[in-house]
């Protein structure tokens, strides 16, 4: 069983018997014998902050109006029940390299979190041209009172330019201030819809997910047990 996050790995399963990974892998995994288990969340998380990070977005660069990430709305669930609010505080970095501003003054992070779908957060820092420093700005932070177990989150899809889209982000949690973060779900080379106002996940907030290269061998077996998972590209051999 892998209980760790692993990032950038690249995971060979080999020998019969079967692995079970139960934590977000970003990275190509190639089952050759035997078999591998995505494993479901089981039970809630809890963190009394949590912070969302877009990390990248569809574009591509030189796309019409491509020139930020943008998306509508994001939900925290406990179940079926929406956790998002009320909270105690919500935060983000506004600093900025080289450009006049980190977005539209009527387009913020709280728009976020404030149950409209029809607002958005646009965020000029995320595209590729700007600096690691200012794509790494790109977040918003949300407090509560106390630890506000989730089992999963979604999110929606703003209201034009798909360009925009994000395709890469991670959910983390604190129960330290922030001093410290945990990788809650990490997500990269996710495809969203093109329609507008599409809902994206839910997604796992405890569990496994693959966002890299999947391969499984003639023979081999990969079994998904009590969720789902989204990898960005699946073969066989």
Excluded at 82 to 106: L, Q
Excluded at 128 to 136: F, G, K, L, N, Q
Excluded at 196 to 208: K, S, V
Aim: hydrophobic residues 40%; proline residues 6%.
């Amino acid at each position: 069983v892998f209980q760790y996050q692993l990032e950038n790995a690249q995971l060979e399963k080999v020998g019969t018997g079967t692995l079970t990974i139960d934590k977000p892998i970003s990275g190509a995994l190639a089952v050759r014998e035997g078999t591998a288990v995505i494993a479901g969340a089981e039970g809630s998380v809890a963190y009394k902050s949590y912070r969302f990070k877009v990390e990248g977005a569809r574009g591509p660069v030189g796309a019409t109006n491509f020139n930020s990430m943008q998306l509508a709305e994001l939900v925290l669930l406990d179940g079926a029940n929406d956790v998002t609010r009320p909270y105690a505080n919500i935060s983000w970095d506004e600093t900025v390299d080289s450009h006049d501003r980190p977005f539209p003054a009527n387009e913020a992070p709280q728009n976020l979190v404030d149950g409209n779908m029809f607002t958005k957060w646009l965020d000029f820092r995320a595209h590729p041209d700007r600096s690691a420093t200012d794509r790494e700005r790109v977040w918003l932070r949300i407090d509560y009172a106390a630890p506000r177990p989730i089992t999963d989150y979604k999110w929606v899809i703003a209201n034009d330019t798909p360009a925009r889209d994000p395709v890469a982000w991670r959910l983390q949690g604190s129960n330290d201030g922030g001093a410290t973060w945990t990788d809650v779900d990490v997500v990269s080379g996710y495809e969203p819809s093109t329609t507008r106002f599409a809902q994206c996940g839910p997604f796992m907030a405890n569990g496994a997910s693959l966002s890299g290269p999947l391969t499984v061998a003639a023979g081999a077996s990969l079994r998904v047990n009590g969720g789902s998972t989204s990898v960005a590209d699946v073969s066989g051999e």
